[in-house]
T-cell receptor
Framework: GQNIDQPTEMTATEGAIVQINCTYQ??????LFWYQQHAGEAPTFLSY????GLEEKGRFSSFLSRSKGYSYLLLKELQMKDSASYLC????????????FGAGTRLFVKA | DVKVTQSSRYLVKRTGEKVFLECVQD?????MFWYRQDPGLGLRLIYF???????EKGDIPEGYSVSREKKERFSLILESASTNQTSMYLC??????????????FGPGTRLTVL
């Protein structure tokens, strides 16, 4: 079956670095996404990985290992506005186009 | 930028009422989706559509139906609302095949409360 696991909550300090892990099981892997969702708002796209390795975009980086079914989102120089939920999502081309979302990791950034 | 709009941000309905949630996108995308999001469960796919008049069941279609009469509009229908359908409903469209990663663009969401 298809499954995505990520921690429920994390807390970090302003200015620090935090790593949010995601493990997944899927067939027909077609890419892994990270979305950011502030409370009461819609998810917004952060990153996409389809090949193994690290993708860097400013303060945010995302890593993928397809053989391990593992990804992480790295947030550097944390700011208070980074307090949000971070959703790991996997795209699969088995049985038609579909994206499976994890339950999300709620990140609290404290001063 | 892709723009996805939903008809209401907040909606309160009574048990047994018929409820329509409308979603409109302005990018001529073929694929559109309806999700519901509940605490601890994440986003769950209700229905999706590949094209006008085409629809496919997602993971939790029970109690819902959809309509796609025009490419830009995808409607979610609750035939007889129940309290367990109280949730946040999110519409999304996705980058067309061959135009890069199949990134999903979400509408602002409709928080539906069924009393």
């Amino acid at each position: 079956g298809q499954n995505i696991d990520q921690p429920t909550e994390m807390t970090a300090t302003e200015g620090a670095i935090v790593q949010i892990n995601c493990t997944y099981q899927t067939s027909g892997f077609n890419g892994l996404f990270w979305y950011q969702q502030h409370a009461g708002e819609a998810p917004t796209f952060l990153s996409y990985n389809v090949l193994d390795g690290l993708e860097e975009k400013g303060r945010f980086s995302s890593f993928l290992s397809r053989s391990k079914g593992y990804s992480y989102l790295l947030l550097k120089e944390l700011q208070m506005k980074d307090s949000a939920s971070y959703l790991c999502a996997v795209s699969s081309n088995t049985g038609g186009f579909k994206t499976i979302f994890g339950a999300g990791t709620r990140l609290f950034v404290k001063a | 930028d892709v723009k996805v709009t939903q008809s209401s941000r907040y909606l309160v309905k009574r048990t047994g009422e018929k409820v329509f949630l409308e979603c409109v996108q302005d990018m001529d995308h073929e694929n559109m989706f309806w999700y519901r999001q509940d605490p601890g469960l994440g986003l769950r796919l209700i229905y999706f559509s590949y094209d006008v008049k085409m629809k496919e069941k997602g993971d939790i279609p029970e109690g819902y139906s959809v309509s796609r009469e025009k490419k830009e509009r995808f409607s979610l229908i609750l035939e007889s609302a129940s309290t367990n359908q109280t949730s946040m409903y999110l519409c999304a469209t996705v980058t067309p095949p061959g135009q890069g990663a199949d990134t999903q663009y979400f509408g602002p969401g409709t928080r539906l409360t069924v009393l």
